[in-house]
């Protein structure tokens, strides 16, 4: 099993981290963006000189004795209840859209600490918005939490800290909302379940997002273990790369193999697929990443296939240049089946775009994590993202997205 790479220590700066504003370094991850994007850096870079981010960063974690209380809370929560959720989630692990396990322990443990909870947004039967019943007006923190598990050919598996995740931002989101209480201060807390986040279509945040789950929140937060304690530079995100998903699906005729001429192979047609694609991936940028696996490639060896399916991930940093890519790819199974005699079909079913890096919450929450103890710090910004991986919702409202380093014990 995997360990457990995450704990309180970022459920603390999440639950601090109130803060928003406007960004930037221009530090963006390939020439090819750089150049793109220059303009608009430039004007960032002025931005962020005249907001004198490093002051920011020393004011907002500078001694605070109600943000310490906060901090003592989501710790205490963290060890006496919610790191053993996290064990159980990962003992229980539910690929995309089908966590309802998952869900029903992250919702229960809500709703006991004074959250409604709204099933069912976007009509993903798995996505939920849960609001602290205490909640008055601005400023509102969504965190957002993911349950999902990877899917593996034994069986599905939490690799990917998704487990954890969730009673991060759990003890976050209700620390915060015990001190707004108690202080007796304006503000909202909002917990985001997103399902989903290895797989699409659908698009989990893109389609809340567009079904207004997301709106009135001023800041939005999640975490997530990775090798290093990091953050991103500011700027238009490259985390995982604009994406188009992409099913090419050859339709062909079946006959027995000893009378092969009969039939038209589409198993023949996707290997012509891959071929061609290694064929032309030279007079591709090398920015690109162009992923595809085989599906379906057929029913019997003493049968010429009359079906085949190849899924793709399409990735380039730039959208436009991501859709003459595109094309050429279609273009490469469109020759292959009409070098096969077979017909193909082409299926675009989901993309992802990166987000928004915003250098303020970037740096105070980089500031937190060396404060509370996260492992392996990276001194320079690593390349600009958005705090989650679809890009839409943080291109609208800033956030971001914690990542640290901690090892623990191994999951038993």
């Given at each position: 099993?995997?360990?457990?790479?995450?704990?309180?220590?970022?459920?603390?700066?999440?639950?601090?981290?109130?803060?928003?504003?406007?960004?930037?370094?221009?530090?963006?991850?390939?020439?090819t963006?750089?150049?793109?994007?220059?303009?608009?850096?430039?004007?960032?870079?002025?931005?962020?000189?005249?907001?004198?981010?490093?002051a920011?960063?020393?004011?907002?974690?500078?001694?605070?004795?109600?943000?310490?209380?906060?901090?003592a809370?989501?710790?205490?929560?963290?060890?006496?209840?919610?790191?053993a959720?996290?064990?159980?989630?990962?003992?229980?692990?539910?690929?995309?859209?089908?966590?309802?396990?998952?869900?029903?322990?992250?919702?229960?443990?809500?709703?006991?600490?004074?959250?409604?909870?709204?099933?069912?947004?976007?009509?993903?039967?798995?996505?939920?918005?849960?609001?602290?019943?205490?909640?008055?007006?601005?400023?509102?923190?969504?965190?957002?939490v993911?349950?999902?598990?990877?899917?593996?050919t034994?069986?599905?598996?939490?690799?990917?800290?998704?487990?954890?995740?969730?009673?991060?931002?759990?003890?976050?989101?209700?620390?915060?909302?015990?001190?707004?209480?108690?202080a007796?201060?304006?503000?909202?807390v909002?917990?985001?379940?997103t399902?989903?986040?290895?797989?699409?279509?659908?698009?989990?945040?893109?389609?809340?997002?567009?079904?207004?789950a997301?709106?009135?929140?001023?800041?939005?937060?999640?975490?997530?273990a990775?090798?290093?304690?990091?953050?991103?530079?500011?700027?238009?995100?490259?985390?995982?790369?604009?994406?188009?998903?992409?099913?090419?699906?050859?339709?062909?005729?079946?006959?027995?193999?000893?009378?092969?001429?009969?039939?038209?192979?589409?198993?023949?047609?996707?290997?012509?697929?891959?071929?061609?694609?290694?064929?032309?991936r030279?007079?591709?940028?090398p920015?690109?990443?162009?992923?595809?696996?085989?599906?379906?490639?057929?029913?019997?060896?003493?049968?010429?296939?009359?079906?085949?399916?190849?899924?793709?991930?399409?990735?380039?940093?730039?959208?436009?240049?991501?859709?003459?890519?595109?094309?050429?790819?279609?273009?490469a199974?469109?020759?292959?089946?009409?070098?096969?005699?077979?017909?193909?079909?082409?299926?675009?079913?989901?993309?992802?775009r990166?987000?928004?890096?915003?250098?303020?919450?970037?740096?105070?929450?980089?500031?937190?994590?060396?404060?509370?103890?996260?492992?392996?710090?990276?001194?320079?910004?690593?390349?600009?993202?958005?705090?989650?991986?679809?890009?839409?919702?943080?291109?609208?409202?800033?956030?971001?997205?914690f990542?640290?380093?901690?090892?623990?014990?191994?999951?038993?």
């Amino acid at each position: 099993m995997p360990c457990r790479f995450t704990s309180w220590r970022l459920a603390a700066p999440i639950a601090l981290l109130l803060a928003s504003g406007a960004t930037a370094v221009a530090a963006q991850e390939t020439q090819t963006e750089k150049e793109a994007a220059r303009d608009v850096m430039r004007k960032m870079t002025a931005l962020e000189q005249s907001l004198d981010v490093p002051a920011i960063v020393a004011k907002l974690t500078g001694a605070n004795a109600a943000r310490d209380q906060v901090v003592a809370r989501a710790k205490s929560l963290m060890d006496a209840e919610l790191l053993a959720m996290g064990d159980d989630i990962t003992r229980h692990p539910e690929h995309g859209f089908v966590e309802t396990r998952s869900v029903k322990v992250l919702t229960d443990w809500l709703a006991s600490h004074g959250f409604t909870i709204e099933m069912g947004v976007a009509k993903m039967p798995t996505a939920f918005v849960a609001r602290w019943k205490g909640n008055r007006g601005a400023p509102n923190l969504g965190v957002i939490v993911e349950y999902d598990a990877l899917r593996g050919t034994k069986g599905d598996f939490h690799g990917d800290q998704h487990s954890t995740q969730g009673p991060i931002g759990l003890a976050a989101a209700v620390a915060m909302a015990e001190y707004l209480q108690k202080a007796n201060v304006p503000g909202s807390v909002t917990v985001y379940g997103t399902p989903g986040e290895e797989m699409m279509p659908p698009n989990a945040k893109t389609d809340m997002h567009l079904a207004g789950a997301f709106a009135g929140a001023d800041i939005l937060l999640r975490s997530h273990a990775s090798t290093t304690t990091n953050r991103p530079a500011a700027g238009f995100g490259t985390c995982c790369m604009n994406i188009n998903g992409t099913k090419y699906t050859f339709i062909g005729a079946p006959a027995h193999q000893l009378t092969a001429w009969n039939g038209r192979n589409a198993l023949t047609a996707v290997i012509h697929l891959f071929n061609n694609i290694d064929a032309i991936r030279s007079n591709i940028r090398p920015e690109a990443r162009i992923q595809g696996v085989i599906l379906e490639g057929g029913a019997a060896p003493n049968v010429v296939p009359d079906r085949t399916v190849a899924d793709f991930y399409i990735r380039y940093p730039d959208a436009i240049y991501l859709a003459q890519i595109t094309e050429m790819i279609d273009n490469a199974a469109r020759a292959a089946a009409l070098a096969t005699g077979t017909r193909v079909v082409i299926d675009h079913y989901g993309k992802d775009r990166d987000g928004i890096a915003v250098s303020t919450l970037a740096e105070v929450g980089f500031e937190y994590m060396k404060k509370y103890g996260a492992k392996d710090v990276l001194p320079e910004p690593g390349k600009p993202q958005g705090y989650e991986e679809t890009g839409s919702v943080s291109s609208d409202v800033p956030g971001l997205g914690f990542s640290a380093k901690e090892i623990g014990r191994a999951h038993v």
